[in-house]
């Protein structure tokens, strides 16, 4: 028993360290992520510092992410998407549980060596779509986080992001 306590600790403080941090000054917005449409499964937080845009995947309970799929966008209809239905397969930013273990991205604010360069500065508002393939003891479910709704059939999710001001 005393292993397993141990252990817990020794994860949690790993996984405390791990963990982007905010930086001094800066805050951050969570977004509840939303598995089937009606259930929340973790939550999405994002942030910046003066290089970087952070945004990281957080799972409650147990469930657990198989794949993230990330858009981030100065202009909303350079999302992917057909018909209204984004198309996570096709946004710029993907990956699994075994090439990201903590659900975290790491996007620089001003990349030109994008296929599609970006130069975000404070004050730029983005558009933001997470979505995730999820699994728990209900099996395995699809899940997006947001605030917004895309005009398609399907219910996915997006939201915006105000790039906050280097101090």
């Known amino acids: 028993m005393k292993k397993l306590i141990l252990l817990g600790v020794v994860l949690v403080l790993v996984l405390a360290v791990s963990l982007p941090r905010v930086t001094q000054g800066y805050s951050f917005t969570t977004h509840t992520l939303w598995a089937g449409q009606n259930i929340p499964v973790g939550t999405v937080k994002v942030s910046n510092d003066c290089t970087n845009l952070l945004i990281t995947y957080i799972m409650s309970g147990d469930w657990s992410l198989q794949d993230t799929h990330v858009a ?3 202009v909303f209809s350079n999302i992917p998407e057909n018909n209204g239905n984004p198309t996570p ?7 699994s549980p075994w090439e990201n273990p903590l659900g975290t991205y790491t996007i620089p604010l001003v990349d030109s060596t994008d296929p599609n360069p970006h130069d975000w500065a404070g004050d730029d508002t983005l558009y933001i779509a997470t979505h995730g393939v999820v699994y728990g003891s209900g099996g395995h479910e699809t899940a997006w986080a947001g ?3 895309f005009s398609g059939a399907n219910w996915a999710l997006y939201f915006e992001y105000t790039v906050q001001v280097c101090p």
């Open 72 to 74: 981030v966008e100065e």
């Open 89 to 95: 397969g096709q946004f710029r930013y993907h990956d």
């Open 147 to 149: 605030d917004k709704e």
